[in-house]
């Protein structure tokens, strides 16, 4: 059984676009959270997720625009997700923000012989703290787990991939499929085939994306920025 495993899309239609390209038809996608903010396609992207994604948690950006609740994105990253918030709103219907509300913050599912857990940011906060174990300790990582029933924990948030395991658990961040923040621009996913598991990078074109930023309305610093990150991937 072969599972696609990503997260933090970000309304960047032009990777969804890249990963149809270059993954088969998988038997399950799990995603992870954060379809929105950002990016400048959130309605197409929105739309292919409740189309073609059976199992999917909320990110604290997909229930930030939902509900007018505040973001938790890291402190350099906020005002960005400030500044397109009007944006992302403007281009959703109503139906799209009721998906993304109600989205669940965990999933528990069991496929291909393995218990899959899914959150978008930690086992014990799981719409909010950035998780990054692949720096923490041991015990540390052990206490975060202890009460997650899974051989298999999958996590986004950070924008940074990472594969770890702790006893008989697996750990795995896919990075970001859609704003790329581990010191290049290339998207991230995982894949999990028959208990093997594997980050993949996907080299895809960041112009056009970067282009469309200015359609947003955006100040000009904010724009700016926003093109480093998808230019840089930091």
Known sequence: MRIIIFADLHANLE??????????????????????????????????LRAYVRHAVRGDHDYALAT????AS????????????????????????????ELPTTLQIEMGGAKFF?????????????????????????????NVDADVILLGHTH????????????VNPGSLGQPRHGLPSATFAVWDDGNLQIKHI????????????LMRLEPAIEARLREVLGRGM
Not at 28 to 45: I, K, M, N, Q, T
Not at 83 to 92: D, F, G, K, P, S
């Open 74 to 101: 890291p402190p350099e990253m906020r005002p960005l997700a400030i500044a397109t918030r009007e944006h992302t709103i403007r281009q959703l219907r109503a139906v799209e923000l009721k998906w993304l509300g």
């Open 160 to 171: 940074v991939p990472a594969i770890r395991r702790v006893g008989n658990t697996h750990l």
């Open 118 to 146: 899914l959150a978008h940011g930690s086992p014990r906060e799981p719409g909010a703290r950035l998780f990054e174990f692949a720096t923490m300790s041991e015990n540390a990582i052990r206490a975060e787990i202890e």
């Open 203 to 214: 080299d895809y074109n960041p112009t056009p994306t970067q282009n469309k930023l200015a």
């Open 68 to 71: 007018g609740a505040d973001f």
């Open 15 to 48: 990777t969804l676009a890249a990963l149809n390209t270059v993954e088969k038809p998988p038997d399950a996608v799990f995603f992870l959270g954060d379809a929105v903010g950002y990016g400048p396609d959130p309605a197409p992207c929105a739309g292919w």
